[in-house]
């Protein structure tokens, strides 16, 4: 047992772990420089474009120092995945935090916003999954979309049931229903992010959502919802 000018005491293990520790927290920095360098590499140049000789200049790290962490380039860019996955995980967590009424039109209205801020926040993301679907026939996200309804039930099983309980619920199972709702807000705020199309329906991004939401809720011959409260309100 060794003393410290302060008294605290220690001893040679505990000395070790934080050494072990700093080496993991220089390795997790020296990580994510070397695949921000990577991602720039592969959006400029394309993956099979991009030689390790590339990324390490673009990183500012050897060769040898890149194989210390990843076994081949393929692992950079698997690693990049698993790390915007992760976020992109957290993100749709916050989306359906909120418990109240899924398919009430001001909570699929929130979903529609969450939705763009999810799209518009993370663009490295879908650059990546447009590298995959290009380079690699969407091999490293197959799994993203595959089986989607079953995870939508598997988290929001209870919520979805209970939703539809409130009136005369068509029958359509409310896990599908719900990831349809989702990938139709996804696919139109895609558009103008990746394709970078303004307005794919000829109005403005708050109309569109309006209408998809009237779409969804009252179908294509209800009756129009009663906008006289809302003009006499303005």
């Keep these: 047992m060794i ?10 293990t505990s000395d070790r772990f934080v050494n072990i520790f700093m080496n993991e927290r220089d390795a997790e920095r020296a990580k994510k420089k070397i695949e921000a360098a990577a991602l720039k590499t592969f959006v400029r140049q394309g993956y099979h474009g991009t ?32 790390r915007y996955e992760a976020r992109m995980v957290e993100k749709r967590n916050q989306m359906v935090a909120d418990p109240g009424d899924i398919f009430d039109p001001a909570e699929l209205e929130r979903l529609a916003w969450s939705v763009h801020d999810i799209v518009f926040s993370m ?31 598997a988290v929001l099983g209870e919520r979805l ?32 992010k990746v394709f970078n199309l303004k307005q794919p329906l000829g109005i403005s991004d ?20 009663d906008t006289s409260k809302e003009k006499n309100r303005l």
């Design 3 to 12: 003393k410290n000018s302060r008294s605290f005491c220690y001893n040679r």
């Design 51 to 82: 030689s390790m000789r590339d990324i390490a200049r673009a990183s500012g790290y050897s060769i040898g120092n890149i194989y210390n962490h990843y076994k081949t380039k393929e692992h950079i860019y698997v690693s990049l995945i698993k």
């Design 123 to 153: 663009p490295d993301y879908w650059r990546l999954m447009y590298i995959d679907v290009v380079e690699f026939r969407n091999r490293h996200f197959t799994g993203t979309f595959q089986g989607f309804t079953k995870k939508v039930e």
């Design 161 to 192: 049931r209970s939703a539809t309980r409130r009136g005369s619920w068509g029958g359509i199972d409310p896990a599908l229903a719900f990831t349809a709702i989702y990938l139709q807000f996804f696919t139109y705020f895609l558009l103008q």
């Design 206 to 225: 708050r109309e569109a959502v309006s209408q998809m939401i009237q779409m969804i809720t009252r179908g294509l011959w209800g009756e129009p919802p």
